[in-house]
């Protein structure tokens, strides 16, 4: 738009240049508007001091330079983007390395990594199904990198670390303005994981109200960010992880019946270590091997009676169970004499299994039946349902090591719950 040297409109620089009388009566001036991706972004202004200053411009050119203006501001905004997104993602993505590789030569190993060949390729949605630690991150890492999106980033999300308040924040983002905090416009999960591939990890603990908003965007591939109108399509390969029963918590009403057959379109169960045979023992070696490098020995390894004793083990906190005994193992046996050995061999001794931990149930398995108070004449019923509480707390609690959020899962406690409970129970 060409304004005329006599237009009777405000002017923009009125009091802001210094003249004879404070005020510019005449001048040349032109407004346009700059289109990005066919929606108005901003106005561009030429302003002159001396009138007639622009009627030589040629449209031609002056529609090039607009043209340039766009592209410029366009760029510099993917730029941002860009950058934005490598950021996050290098603090959010997995890194290949060899602790990666899936060890293991047993028949259920085998058809386990059958599995992954079959689905890896395709882009299907898996489900990987499995107790607390026996490697379900593995799993998800090799199904990427066997997939057509291995060049692409992997996004990983831990869904029983978002709070709820900040969930459909991180999953995606939000705009600047949006709410008390948000300073700046940032990038969610999905947007990061654009043409890749997210993990969504313990999806199980995921809040109702995020369960519906998640269902959205897989039926539409589009996600909106907090405080935006806006949709913005998105191009990502799910993969969810849970060492919950999710068919049980549909059954309850804590988990979407349609989201879970949108996630479990071909589910993914990874077998427990006590499953697993001599696997164990091949574990074993490769954490010792990392050991004597962490701690500088020449050489680590497992006396028979050590051998048989991680073969009769039930293993209850499975793969990561393993490498934390093996590591306390390694360093309670590199003492200064042991070290100056050709090799230090670790024996029973060494493993703090007491015969409490033998005997304590799988996880997630059936719960052992807690032995009820001997009879006698008179009973107090409540003091008595209230101590048959504690026992059966108490195993659970040293099953699962002290994590009372998967304590509570098998009990089939809500987390608030079972709190309450511990506490009025006075179980520490």
Not at 362 to 379: K, L, M, Q, R
């Amino acid at each position: 738009m060409r304004f005329a040297a006599d237009s009777d409109l405000p002017d923009p620089y009125d009091g802001l240049i210094e003249s004879d009388n404070d005020q510019l009566l005449v001048h040349d001036c032109m407004g346009v508007r700059i289109f990005i991706d066919g929606e108005p972004w901003g106005v561009l202004t030429l302003d002159a001091l001396a009138p007639g200053t622009f009627d030589n411009i040629d449209p031609m050119q002056l529609s090039t330079f607009i043209s340039l203006t766009a592209a410029t501001v366009k760029a510099a905004g993917m730029i941002a983007s860009l950058e934005q997104r490598v950021r996050y993602a290098t603090q959010t993505s997995f890194k290949y390395n060899a602790d990666h590789d899936m060890i293991g030569d047993s028949e259920c190993m085998r058809k386990l990594r059958n599995e992954i060949s079959i689905v890896a390729p395709s882009e299907l949605a898996v489900l990987i199904l499995g107790e607390t630690g026996v490697g379900k991150e593995l799993v998800a890492l090799r199904i990427h990198l066997e997939s057509n999106r291995a060049d692409q980033v992997m996004v990983y999300v831990n869904c029983a670390a978002l709070p709820e308040s900040i969930a459909e924040s991180e999953l995606f983002g939000h705009t600047k303005g949006a709410f008390s905090g948000a300073v700046s416009d940032r990038t969610g999960k999905f947007e990061l994981a654009n043409g890749g591939t997210i993990f969504l990890d313990e999806i199980g603990e995921l809040p109702l109200s995020i369960q519906a908003k998640l269902l959205r965007t897989l039926q539409n591939g589009e996600i909106q960010r907090v405080g935006s109108d806006k949709q913005i399509k998105v191009n990502v390969r799910i993969i969810a992880a849970t060492n919950r029963n999710l068919q049980q918590a549909v059954a309850a009403g804590l988990f979407r019946p349609d989201l879970y057959h949108r996630l479990a379109v071909y589910p993914l169960p990874v077998p427990a270590l006590r499953e697993r045979g001599k696997d164990v023992l091949l574990l074993a070696g490769a954490f010792l091997e990392k050991n004597q490098q962490r701690l500088g020995v020449k050489k680590l390894r497992l006396d028979q009676d050590a051998r048989k004793t991680l073969l009769d083990y039930h293993w209850p906190g499975n793969i990561r169970e393993l490498e934390h005994l093996l590591s306390r193992a390694a360093l309670k046996s590199a003492t200064p004499e042991n070290r100056l050995a050709d090799f230090i061999t670790i024996s029973p001794t060494y493993l703090d299994m007491g015969p409490e931990q033998l005997n304590l149930p799988p996880d997630d398995g059936p719960t052992p039946a807690v032995s009820p108070p001997a009879p006698s004449a008179s009973i107090d019923f409540k003091n008595a349902v209230d101590e048959f509480q504690r026992q059966l707390i108490r195993q659970q609690l040293a099953a699962q090591q002290g994590n009372m959020a998967a304590a509570a899962r098998v009990l089939g406690l809500d987390r608030g719950n079972f709190h309450r409970l511990l506490k009025r129970l006075e179980v520490k």
